[in-house]
């Protein structure tokens, strides 16, 4: 039976940075479990390689846990895939690559709502460390940091995405700038992304390989966690699988549990930690009460518009595709190194609202038709194609988590109750009305020739209303499901302590009161080097 100061669970965009930054004490000792393999493939690391991974079954097998929502009332009973990277990195190396922090004010509302030193200003610092940003030190980003952080090149972006920023400005009167994480997030914009020459910069990638160096810092992979071990209202390890083998690994200090929004409130409910009722429902001993665990569960969600688009720079065929390999292992600079999303927007659906409550994606690619919920690859047109996706990024809508068994194995009920409040509908509604606004606009309409997918003549409420109900789908940004805060649903405290107990904290996307405005992989970094700071001082 091995013993550290630290076992950390889950080797993902959080629990790396935590276990990293821990290490760098060289007198405690760190254990980081990861249930899946190592990132050390170009499947991972290369970022055009992504949308392999994401398309071909057996490969996502291999880098995903491969949950599925319970099926959705909202949503046609439609069940959403969950994509979940089971990888060393965990999800920051099977994302997207956005890096996006959120509103300011999605912070300030945290602290004002009992989480005090999570404000906007407490956490700049924290982003400002672990960033390396292409424009180097200014007052919103930071340079020397382990995480890369750059933008699309001017001149490789398709004119049809340049014009949508230009239309979206004139229709929503906001401003174009350079950068979502800046003063204004209200503006239309290009992505920034987590990518460096031609390399994803996951956490794998910038705290994970430098710790391998340093003799406290063990990484054990392929290791699946069957529950934390309590004594006496403290967390004393970790039990875990690994080769077929049960092992326990004793934590002197604490235990941080990593897991994702997913993983954190499955280990604790298996730990029996959780709802009593439930957990007893399940044969499982209740260690400690605790009736917040895997409630508050939401996510975005996005609907993808397809248009005709002659100059987007890119077609979702075989051959594009090879030849964006090609170029890019013996040239560099292409769109094979970055992610595919080029320009987006942030802007207000209605007048009244106090910040922007609708993110708009944008891809040149087609988009699968008409949806991705299928057990075979999905069409996707193969012609020049712009994909504007507007996306729900403060749902009303709350769901949960709940075991189906007590077996650690046994895939978790994830059911986000998608478009359960009317409101989460009726943005997407206006979302909708609003795309095809700009792109009617003259700066953009020359560069669209139809809209494909769901198609011009589906106007009415009541007919686009039934579009988002089958085409809608997560953008994998899911929080919330070990809540931070005060009040009595709370799963762990403003330190990520988990209530009631001693000697573990929770500190990933799981401990989020209410999701950011925007993707979630930086909030989830900045979680993990909030948690360190928290746990070496």
Known sequence: ????????????SAGAIIASRLSEDPSVTVLLLEAGGSDRTTLVRKPGMISLVQQIKQLKKKFDWGFTTVPQPHLDNRRIPYTRGKVVGGSSSVNGMLYLRGNKANYDGWAARGCKGWGFNDILPLYKKLENHEDGETEYHGAGGPISVT???EDQLSPVSQAFMRATAAVCDIPVLDDFNGENQNCASTYHMSASHGVRSSTAEGYIQPSLERPNFTLE??????RVVIENGRATGVEYEQNGNLSTANAAGEVILSAGAIGSPHILMLSGIGPAQHLRQQGIDVRYDLPGVGKNLHDHLFVPLVYRAPTSLHRGTPFHFLGGMIKEYTVGNTWFGRTVFEAGAFIKTRDHEPIPNLQIH???WGYPDPNQDGPERPHVDTGNCLCVMPTLIYPKSRGELLLTSNDPHAAPHIDPHFLEAPEDLQVLLDGIRKVREIGEHPELADHLHEELTPGAERASDEELMAEIRLRATTVYHPVGTCKMGVDPMAVVDPH???????????ADASIMPEVTGGNTNAPSMMIGERAAALIRR
Do not use: Q
């Open 496 to 506: 990520l302590k988990v209530r009631g107990l001693e000697g573990l904290r929770v």
């Open 362 to 364: 944008t891809l040149p």
């Open 221 to 226: 992979m392929h290791a699946h966690v069957r």
């Open 1 to 12: 039976m091995a013993e550290y100061d630290y076992v950390v669970i889950g080797a993902g």
């Open 151 to 153: 933008r699309h090149p």
